[in-house]
Structure formats: C-alpha cells, structure tokens
C-alpha cells in the first residue's frame, strides 16, 4: 500500500463515551454526524450500539441511512437539521426523529406525518438553529400535546467554561422548558464538562467521543502514519518543493511520503507541521502538495520506512493547532485514500 494508513480504535471510542456517560446522571446519547467525525459512523455507530448507547444524532437525515442500515430499527436517530420539505420520505422510510427548528417545520411536519416522532429544537442565542422565545410561545402548546420526544438547544461558546453565554443561555433554556413533561437535552462535550446544571435528561456528545478537545482527558482514538516513497540527499542552498518554496541550509535529506492536501493534511501546514520517527521530530519542509510531503529527515540515524503525523507524540488538537484550527476540523477533512484499519468491538 503506497496509501497512508488510519488507524482508528472503536474501543477508544467506547472508552470515551462511557467516561462521558460517568460524568452524568442522565441519559447519554452520541453524535455521528458527518461520517462519524470522518471515521466511519456505521462502524461508530455499531460499537457504541454494542457499549449501550441507544439514541444517536446526524445532522441531515441522508446521514442517517447507514446507521439504520447497520443498526435496525432499535436505535433512535435524530437529526439536527430537522423535516426539510424534501426529507419526508426519508424520515419516513428510516424511522428518523427530526428536530424541528421552526413553525414552518412543526406545521410541515404535522401534516404530512402525524403521529411520527418528533423533537424540538430552540434558539437560547446562538442564532443559528431553532425556535426562539416568542415563536415558541406561540407554537408550545400545540407542539407539547403531540408529546415530542426531546426539547433541545445547544450551547454556542461551552469549550469557554467562564463564558458568560453559557450562564445566559442555560436561563434562557430554563425560561423556555421549565415545567414541560418532555425531555430536555442542552450539553454536548462542552456542556458535560461544565457541571450538572446543564445535563437535563440527555446529553450529546460528539468530539470527545473521538478523542479531542474539549474533552482533555479523552483517550486517543486515532493514528495516521505515511510510507516513505523516496529518499533523496540534497546539498546546501539546494531547494524543495513548488515554488521553491524550502531552501536547504545544510546538506539535508529528505523523505518523499504519500499524502497531501486531497488527505486533509492542510496546504496552510506547508513548513508548519511536523512528523514523528519514533520520538524524533522531523519537520515538514516545503509546499504540501496534492498527494505529497517533503519531510526533513537529515537528523535521523537511518532512513525511515513510514513517517507518523497522528500518534503518540502529536494528537488531533496538536496537528489542529499547527493549521490554525480545530480538532473537529483536522479530524472531518481526513480523506478518502486512506487505507483505514478499524479496530476494537
Ligand atoms: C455537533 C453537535 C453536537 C456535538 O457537539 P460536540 O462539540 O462535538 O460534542 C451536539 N449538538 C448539536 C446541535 C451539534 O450540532
């Protein structure tokens, strides 16, 4: 394989949402929107199944096909994005719960599947998805005699534990659900770490599941290492990569490995990242190329068979950092070439 290799751990995964679920009294669901955080929801899904978990979130409801698939129809799937005009049929077919986020969607709904499960989601500030305060005044009632499986809202800044949003937005939820007999969920990862008061009956996290910030403890769940395809020697003032963009300022070598910006190893990380070898830093030099690195490797004692970018050393956060973004990110763009090794339940 001239690919490089994902190394995914589902135990780790497992291991993460339970020390998530330890943290509360409450139900625990899991967020596997997006693939599974570029992981592999089905097999996500499957072993956090296994471990327990019985409600899962995706964020548009064709997300959900194949944690049904996979599943059966036991699990609850939820989605974020709620009953868009086009999603009826899907919602129907995969016995999906949307959360809906307007009047507009709680009518639609109503409408054209009455008696489907549904959930409500509210706007405490964030702005982005939900019902705010004067919509759902208007519509509560109605809403609450159909029995809605879930009220939820979602934090906008929970990674800041002193924020002063979350307080605000914590009120806000409490301002518009106290009292209500459904079930309210606020937390996701954030929401967890900042204490019992934002748990309700179900939390939902994502990230920490998959081993990133701002769940610090979590245990790693991923390594990505590259082969090495060619070695070359290059001499003092010699130059490397498009653009010329690196310049050798002693006789170096450097290491040719298989993957680039088409893997999600950022173009901003060009003469920013660095790999491991072992425990020898060895930096990137040069442009990150659509398939390709250029790795500085002049300081190791023998020429490297594979170079790590995740792995002990370096983790999600760490790479995040060096491109200037999150973890969330880094681990969404991973890419498609990948030989992916999953392992664990
Ligand atoms: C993505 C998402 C989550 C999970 O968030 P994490 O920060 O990954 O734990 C929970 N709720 C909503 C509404 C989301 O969009």
Redo the contacts with the bound molecule.
Sequence with gaps: MSTGRLIIDLDAVVANWRALDAMTNCKTAA?V?ADG?GLGSANVAKALFKAGVRQF?V?VAEEAAPIREELGPKPEICV?SGHMAGDTDVIRELGLTPMLNSVEQLTHHLETLPEHPFGIQLDTGMNR?GMEMQEWAAVAELALSQKPRLV?S?LAC?DEPDHPMNPYQLAQFKKMTDGIQAPRSLA???GILLGPEYHFDLT?????MYGGLPFAQATPVIELEFPVIQIRDVAEGEVVGYGNAWQAARPSRIATVSAGYADGIMRILSDKATLYHGDTPCPLVGRVSMDLLTIDVTDLPEPPKKLTLIGPQQNVDDLARAANTIG?EVLTQLGARYNRKTFGK
């Design positions: 967020v929107k955080y979130f964020a974020f998805l939820m979602h929970a996701a990862t954030g939902r996290p994502g990230i920490g969330y």
